[in-house]
């Protein structure tokens, strides 16, 4: 959803600075945008946000969907799963709008990617729900004290995205179709869909303190 919504921006003559930890994975993107500014940054290392922070003097717009998410019945899951989890998710968050704020343009904004589960519970997914529930709360108080500053959040459905890539062969199609013929909408998400609603939260001036949520139907 970042890299579709990185491509949208660049479109739009925006310039744009895309974060990652894989070299790998933002070369490939730098390849196939162009334009883009990249830096390799672990956001749930807080040292990793401060030394992005003195590369960036000037943020017009900060977006974060970054995610790195275990999906275990809560009788599984691990304080080590639970902090791998918490980096990208929670503190990353933090992090980011610690060390930019100041760097953000006064008419800016900030928009965070939360996801479903925190509305629909799916056995599996209890840290998953309380991470995305939590950067709601996060977001919704960070609109009054970050004010003028807009702070909202996209909340997701599923999304066809490469998150869906630990599915084997036919499994990730066959998941995804399922998954998709049980809303509303009769399929899944796209990457293109959530990052036309990451640009809407970007360019809608009086939209602040806002869940947007993109789920094809899946809370309807
Ligand atoms: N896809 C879905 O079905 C779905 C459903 C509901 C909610 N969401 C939410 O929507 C957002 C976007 O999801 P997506 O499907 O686009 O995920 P994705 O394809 O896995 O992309 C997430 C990106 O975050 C980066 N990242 C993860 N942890 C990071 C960290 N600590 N520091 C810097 N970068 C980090 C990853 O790059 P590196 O690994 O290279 O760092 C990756 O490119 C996430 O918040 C996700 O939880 C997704």
Redesign the pocket.
């Known amino acids: ?3 579709a919504l990185a491509r949208k921006a660049v479109a739009l003559g925006a310039i744009v600075h895309v ?4 070299q790998e ?2 070369d490939a993107a730098r390849l196939s945008i162009g334009d883009i500014v990249t830096h390799r ?5 807080e040292a990793d946000v401060e030394a992005l922070a003195v590369n960036i003097p000037h943020v017009d717009h900060l977006v ?6 275990a999906f275990k019945p809560f009788a599984g899951t691990s304080n080590e799963d639970i902090e791998r989890m918490l ?3 929670f503190w ?1 968050p933090i992090y980011l709008v610690r060390h930019l704020t100041k760097r953000l343009a006064k008419d800016g904004s900030v928009t965070f ?5 925190a509305y629909k519970a799916i056995p599996g997914a209890s840290i ?1 729900a309380a991470l ?1 529930a939590s950067l709601e709360g996060l977001a919704r108080t960070l609109a009054l004290e970050l004010a003028p500053i807009r702070v909202n959040v996209i ?10 890539d630990f599915l084997p062969g036919d499994a990730r199609a066959d998941t995804l179709g399922a998954i998709g013929a049980a809303l509303p909408r009769g399929r ?2 796209t ?1 293109d869909e ?1 990052a036309d609603a990451g640009l809407f939260a970007i360019s809608n001036g009086f939209m602040t303190g806002s869940v947007l949520q993109i789920d094809g139907g899946n809370n309807a």
Do not use: E, H, Q
Request: aromatic share 4%; with cysteine.
């Open positions: 959803m970042g890299l974060i990652g930890r894989s994975r933002l940054a672990d956001i749930g290392v974060c969907t970054a995610a790195d998410l980096g990208g998710k990353g990617f939360s996801g479903a589960a998953v995305n909340s997701p459905g599923v999304v066809d995205s490469p998150v869906w899944v998400g990457v959530l």
